[in-house]
């Protein structure tokens, strides 16, 4: 089945700076990757998404690309402000048979933006 | 935040029993899912339906069942079977498989 590393685990930054979270899969079927942000003791909420007819995406201070031949995929968060301290989670899904819209998720990233 | 709930928030359970979670969802979603989240773990797949009167094992289903009668409907029973069942579950649905997932805000099971 689908396999997805995420890293790092942890990420600390200042205010301001940019925060660069990477994962990789196994499953080259795979072609839905999103990413959800988790807030303390809250649901996982999406905060960005892409498939694999595109190689980036972006949405305000949020991008996330994709390399589709390397199996990996990024998200980028700039201008980083403490209201993005939280947990955040990739996860991949490929179409067909039964795991048809099973999402596999990765480990999980909790950055700290600090003021 | 509204449009699927689950109940209760916490729930507190004696080892040997079974316990029902609820996941219920006004939002007119065909699927369906049940997630475990473990400290400094990603979510893993418990259960998944696409469909009325139908559900996939996911990945750790041992010690799980799931019924699917309705369309807003979707409950979890934690069996005896499972034996490390205190952990965060959450509940989701999308309109449609391989969509955005949309979660509940979560049950807290504690094992006694």
């Known amino acids: 089945g689908e396999n997805v590393e995420q890293h790092p685990s942890t990420l600390s930054v200042q205010e301001g700076d940019s925060a660069v979270i990477k994962c990789t899969y196994s499953d080259s079927a795979s072609n839905y990757f999103p990413w959800y942000k988790q807030e303390l003791g809250k649901r996982p909420q999406l905060i960005i998404d892409i498939r694999s007819n595109v190689g980036e995406k972006k949405d305000q201070r949020i991008a996330v690309t994709l390399n589709k031949t390397a199996k990996h995929f990024s998200l980028h968060i700039t201008e980083t402000q403490p209201e993005d301290s939280a947990v955040y989670f990739c996860a991949a899904s490929k179409p067909g048979g039964t795991s048809y819209g099973k999402l596999t998720f990765g480990q999980g990233t909790i950055l700290t933006v600090h003021p | 935040d509204g449009g699927i709930t689950q109940s209760p928030k916490y729930l507190f359970r004696k080892e040997g029993q079974n316990v029902t979670l609820s996941c219920e969802q006004n939002?007119?979603?065909?699927?369906m899912y049940w997630y475990r989240q473990d400290p400094g773990q990603g979510l893993r797949l418990i259960y998944y339906s696409q469909i009325v009167n139908d559900f996939q094992k996911g990945d750790i289903a041992e010690g799980y069942s799931v019924s699917r009668e309705k369309k807003e409907s979707f409950p979890l029973t934690v069996t005896s079977a499972q034996k490390n069942p205190t952990a965060f579950y959450l509940c989701?649905?999308?309109?449609?498989?391989?969509?955005?997932?949309?979660f509940g805000p979560g049950t807290r099971l504690t094992v006694l």
């Open positions: 939002l007119n979603h065909d699927a």
């Open positions: 989701a649905s999308s309109i449609a498989p391989y969509n955005e997932q949309f």
